[in-house]
């Protein structure tokens, strides 16, 4: 009895020690640097630590979330390496196109280094030059195979003479940042260099920063005073803002964007806000990326997350997550006083009239056209063939509106549908919704069936543009050229209903 007495703390000590040993999280850190930016080679170290088996597999993405075309970021890796912690060759063999697998000691420290070309500049591919650097994660960061979730930090290094560096990241130190897991990683880019901001402003308590490379003369004040109102438009279509902070980085000029959970990367010449109608355009593109925050980056089809990054990630709802996106970056805009009514029938006119007048609607659905994106392009591949769920999409999203407005006596809108998918799918069940309850949610929010409707969406068949624009009072008018070619124009009804009349008010936002 004495003797197990004195002997039990030390075996007490023995699993303490143990357990903690083996309850460690594996450790994810990664340094960025950039010793030669004219050459285009941007150095990757990570140290891993507290991989509890031998063999490690480590991936490089084979997409960028928010753009759906398979990339070969891989093919821009060169000079891998792996050592353990004392700087001793580990065995390694590449046993795909994207992945190099390591041979290790459980538990021991593993350290890669390997070089990625930054050579083509645009914003879905890592770009290094002698003026700065743009780091698009998913084209730059391997990840451990089965530790997607772990924490990772990264060390950016930057160029000699480059005093800025802009992110979505969460700061921890000079040039330090943290990600609760490579999801979060992946989807926050890097802008380094001498960077330039407009003043910053908060929505809701909640800050706002522009920044960018070489971002050109404009008014600096009244593009932040603009961004301020769009915010708050959107923001007051959900209800709330779900992130710290956020972050618009502007590459400099060129084509696209892409959105991120707490920022975005747009492609920016600042000279397009000096004349009215550059300025329209600029801000369409701008609250485009800034909605898909909510839309698509929370409110989800269920392919899109978790996601594999080694393949496409199908889904037959971009047409929600793009195309509706479209469809309220107008809206957005309009409410916030920054689009003319005109403006906002123009664009919407645009969109019937792109889609109408190629032949591919009459052999691809708009669910087609999403799950081929990854084949076809976000603008398919032929006009005689295919058709793009930018074109369509938001033209559905108004004869939606319209529809749910017009059951509901003008109680319910589309808003109310996005409003329930972010707070039941996103907030509540923290998951992506099928195309199912994407249908029951509409109609639940409609009180009605709307199965006319979705026929639009899920076959070939004409929409009835007159009986939806109709039901918010707003003719539409077609003319023929001598080519064929549809030309379409959308005006309002002079004599309406007193519904007619409070749908196409409310639906402005007056």
């Known amino acids: 009895m004495s003797f197990l007495k004195l002997l039990l703390p030390a075996i007490i000590l023995a699993c303490t020690v143990h357990l903690s040993s083996r309850a460690q999280p594996a450790q994810f850190h990664y340094t960025v640097s950039m010793p030669q930016p004219q050459s285009h080679q941007l150095h990757i170290q990570l140290i891993a630590t507290g991989i509890t088996q031998s063999i490690t597999d480590f991936t490089m993405p084979s997409w960028m979330p928010g753009y759906y075309q398979l990339l070969n970021y891989a093919g821009k890796v060169s000079g891998f390496a792996a050592t353990d912690n004392n700087h001793q060759p580990l065995s390694w063999e590449k046993t795909g196109h994207s992945t190099w697998r390591v041979i290790h000691s459980a538990g021991s420290a593993i350290h890669l280094e390997y070089d990625v070309n930054a050579s083509t500049n645009f914003v879905a591919q890592p ?25 990772v930090s990264l060390t950016v290094q930057p160029a000699a003479q480059w005093p800025n560096i802009a992110t979505g990241l969460a700061k921890t130190n000079t040039n330090t940042f943290h990600a609760n897991n490579f999801d979060i990683l992946y989807d926050s880019p890097i802008l380094i260099g001498q960077l330039e901001s ?71 010449s600042g000279e397009h806000l000096n004349t009215p109608e550059g300025r329209e355009q600029m801000l369409s593109f ?3 990326e800034y909605f898909h925050h909510y839309n698509v980056k929370r409110i989800r089809p269920v392919a899109l997350g978790p996601f594999d990054y080694t393949r496409e990630n199908i889904t037959n709802m971009l047409w929600v997550s793009e195309g509706l996106t479209v469809y309220y970056e107008y809206i957005v805009l309009r409410r916030a006083g920054l689009m003319t009514t005109e403006s906002l029938l123009q664009n919407l006119q645009h969109n019937i009239a792109a889609y109408e007048n190629t032949s591919g ?28 769920y930018y074109q369509k999409g938001p033209a559905m999203g108004m004869l939606l509106d319209f529809a749910i407005r017009n059951a509901t006596n003008n109680n319910k809108s589309l808003d109310d549908v996005m409003r329930t998918l972010y707070y039941r799918f996103y907030k509540e069940k923290q998951r992506g919704f099928t195309d199912k309850e994407f249908q029951q949610v509409c109609e639940a929010t409609a009180g009605i069936k709307l199965d006319e409707f979705f026929e639009y969406i899920y076959t070939v068949k004409t929409p009835d543009y007159t009986k939806y624009l109709g039901y918010g009072g707003i003719a539409i008018d077609l003319q023929t050229t001598s080519s064929n070619k549809k030309i379409y124009s959308l005006s309002f009804i002079r004599e309406v209903t007193p519904l007619q009349e409070a749908i196409r008010k409310s639906w402005q936002g007056l």
Do not use: C
Not at 131 to 140: K, M
Not at 225 to 246: C, F, R, W
Not at 249 to 264: C, D, M, Q, Y
Not at 364 to 383: N, V
């Open 361 to 388: 609607r009459l052999y691809q659905s708009l669910t087609q056209a999403s799950a081929e994106t990854w084949h076809d392009g976000p603008f398919g591949r032929s006009p005689d063939s295919t058709i793009s």
């Open 198 to 268: 407009t003043p910053s402003f908060t929505v809701k308590g909640i800050p706002h920063y522009f920044t960018g490379w070489r971002i050109g003369n404009f008014d600096k004040q009244q593009l932040s005073n603009d961004l301020q109102k769009m915010i708050t438009s959107a923001a007051n279509i959900i209800g709330e803002i779900p992130y710290p902070h956020y972050t618009f980085l502007a590459i400099g000029p060129g084509r696209g964007g892409i959105e991120h959970l707490n920022s975005t990367t747009i492609s920016f």
């Open 127 to 151: 770009w290094l030059d002698s003026t700065h650097a743009y780091i698009a994660p998913t084209g730059v960061f391997l990840y451990p195979a089965g530790y997607l979730q772990s924490a």
């Open 286 to 288: 701008m609250a485009h």
